[in-house]
């Protein structure tokens, strides 16, 4: 059993929590992610580390309650503990391999939308912490639904707010903000990192693809049971047949199939849609059996 020790709601629907978890707060790294599972019999729900402190023994998550496992994690409360806490799983973020020397050469940039600001975080502050500034987007779609402004504007070079009504900060979308700071404002950028909703990610990479920045997306928001074992989360990357839970998340964003993408996960919510993925993908459907239900 892993405690939470605290918790914090930061939209209507949206909420934070420190889970008390030594061995995964030890080994996680930027980019990577957890299973939650709320009990025994309860289903696994991928969520990508928001922070991490190794000295505490705490892991940070996010969660936007969306599904009943989701809805009924939002239910629990400080002092309460989750059945299972698993990971740190996928591969983490290729920044983390580069020197600090070739880092510090780059102007970097991350694009976060809605809760894509979590995963964001942490890339961001691990960053931070050998002393390389990056720039930060973060944007919703209005000022309501904006999450975790302080906490990066307390480790990105300059922070840059964009909400689509136009409510706080830039009016528009976080492409439009995006153009207009390198067209506008004069920024350039060597390299993208742009995590949030798979439409946003589609877009943001044509334009980062427009101004020849080379970009990476992370796949989370695609993933169901971290494995690798229901083929939810298949994507195609250029010409490879990848899983964005073991292969990733975070892949080339300039050589995803973003629509087949999305057509899968609006399929994979059926078991019809199932079924067909399964007939259609044959052996390149998924690592193993298929019989996950996501998080409904």
């Given amino acids: 059993m892993y405690?939470?020790?605290?918790?914090?709601m930061l939209t209507d629907?949206?909420?934070?929590m420190e889970i008390?978890?030594?061995?995964?707060a030890k080994s996680a790294l930027p980019g990577q992610f957890v299973i939650v599972k709320n009990s025994e019999h309860g289903e696994r729900i991928p969520l990508t580390v928001a922070d991490y402190d190794r000295d505490k023994g705490m892991v940070?998550?996010?969660v936007q309650?969306?599904?009943?496992?989701t809805l009924e994690l939002m239910e629990y409360n400080e002092g309460d503990c989750v059945c299972d806490f698993v990971g740190p799983l996928g591969r983490p973020s290729d920044l983390v391999d580069e020197s600090v020397d070739e880092l510090k050469k780059k102007n970097i940039i991350f694009v976060a939308g809605g809760v894509g600001a979590a995963p964001v975080y942490p890339q961001v502050?691990?960053?931070?912490?050998?002393?390389?500034?990056?720039?930060?987007?973060?944007?919703?779609?209005?000022?309501d639904l904006l999450i975790m402004e302080e906490e990066m504007k307390s480790v990105a070079g300059n922070l840059y707010i964009s909400t689509d009504d136009g409510s706080y900060g830039f009016n528009g979308r976080v492409t439009d903000c995006l153009k207009d700071l390198v067209e506008n404002k004069g920024k350039k950028y060597d390299h993208a990192v742009v995590i949030g909703p798979m439409i946003m990610m589609k877009f943001t990479a044509a334009v980062t693809k427009e101004l020849n920045i080379p970009t990476v997306v992370s796949l989370n928001p695609i993933m169901v049971?971290?494995?690798?074992?229901?083929?939810?989360?298949?994507?195609t990357v250029g010409d490879e047949v990848k899983f964005a839970c073991v292969d990733g998340p975070?892949?080339?964003?300039?050589?995803?199939?973003?629509?087949?993408a999305m057509r899968r996960q609006a399929m994979y919510k059926t078991e019809e849609g199932r079924a067909k993925l399964k007939f259609e993908e044959g052996d390149t459907h998924s690592h193993g059996g298929c019989g996950c239900g996501g998080d409904k």
């Fill in 3 to 8: 405690k939470i020790v605290s918790k914090k």
């Fill in 13 to 16: 629907n949206i909420f934070l």
């Fill in 20 to 24: 008390e978890a030594p061995r995964v």
């Fill in 60 to 62: 940070t998550i996010v």
């Fill in 65 to 69: 309650a969306v599904g009943k496992s």
């Fill in 125 to 143: 502050k691990w960053l931070h912490e050998k002393g390389v500034l990056a720039d930060v987007i973060v944007g919703s779609r209005t000022k």
């Fill in 225 to 235: 049971d971290g494995t690798g074992m229901c083929g939810a989360c298949r994507v």
């Fill in 250 to 260: 975070e892949f080339d964003g300039h050589l995803i199939n973003y629509d087949e």
